[in-house]
């Protein structure tokens, strides 16, 4: 099911839903069950799956030449979500990436996609691989989120690349994106990132899934900006308990965002990181509180891997 439709079924009542990462190359799929496992007593509707772009490693030859090696360490995004409809009959949402795909490949990718049943994408840009100073967009292939969420709007219209007539054989996926109520590192000011994000929903796009964030106000007033400038689809937003003392480095570096001071200054006034895990919790049991009270279609959490935080919030709020 679309997950407007989980939205609009669910009548005013706010959601749970979580995303994980495809399990590192090798590893059994079980991995993902025990992640997963923990977290459907709260009846998710929908579990995203992210996609990791490959990055490169160089290789030394005998000779002393360097070769330039794509490698992969999560594989299977795809794999993932069909591995987790099959077992747990919930909407598996994958992450699309324009970063490593040619057009070619990622119309492919949502053929396999529809043919799999899975009815949401997420589509994203992607960052640039860490070996590069900036994204490079693959040669024929999407440079924003925008350009690759206009290939899905074309393949719902049934309008695939090589054909010359549109197909009566449509897809129909409902389209997510990424929305920063802090910014995007890359935008010059919070004005021109809306601007591209109204674009997104011109395009097509379904819903907004936000950034992570810790102060809820930053929430709102995206929220609230977003409507004013004629942004009505479903905004999610995303959420991570602080679950180590190191994060308060490690989060506004990757992620681009501001940690209130009373969190930064109870996080940096524990003993022990047992203690961080705790205050983390609960800054984040509070926050879901307000979201829930604000009308939050959903609480959607990033839980990297690590089902524990996410089970003890959940268990204090649905
Ligand atoms: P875009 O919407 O394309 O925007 C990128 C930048 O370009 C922004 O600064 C924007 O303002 C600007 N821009 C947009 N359109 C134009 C235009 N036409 N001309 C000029 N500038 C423009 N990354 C992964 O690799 N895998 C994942 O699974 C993943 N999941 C994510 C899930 C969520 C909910 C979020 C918030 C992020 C996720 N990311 C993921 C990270 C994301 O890929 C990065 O933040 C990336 O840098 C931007 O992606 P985007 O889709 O927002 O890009």
Redo the contacts with the bound molecule.
Sequence with gaps: MKIVDHIKNAQGKTLFSF?LLPPIKGQSIQGIFNAIDPLMEFNPPFI??????EDYIYKQHANGLLEKVAYRKRPS?VATCAAIMNKYRVDAVP?L???GFTKDETENALIDLQFLGIDNV???????RKSDSS?IPTPNGH??????LQHVADMNKGKYLHDDMESPEKTDFCI?????PE?????PNLD??F???K??VDCGADFI????FFDNKKYKEFVDKCRQNGINVPIIP?LKPITSSKQLISLPKIFHLDIPLELSEAVQACKSEKEVKEVGIEWMINQCKELKEMGAPVL?F?TMGNPEPTKRIAQAIF
């Design positions: 995303e995203d799956v992210t996609y990791l772009r995004t992450h990436i324009c970063g997420l589509v994203l840009r992607g960052d640039a994204f440079a924003y989120a925008s350009e690759l997510g994106v990424a929305g920063y910014k995007h590192f890359e935008s021109t990132d601007k591209y994000l674009h997104k899934v936000t950034q992570m995303g959607h990033y």
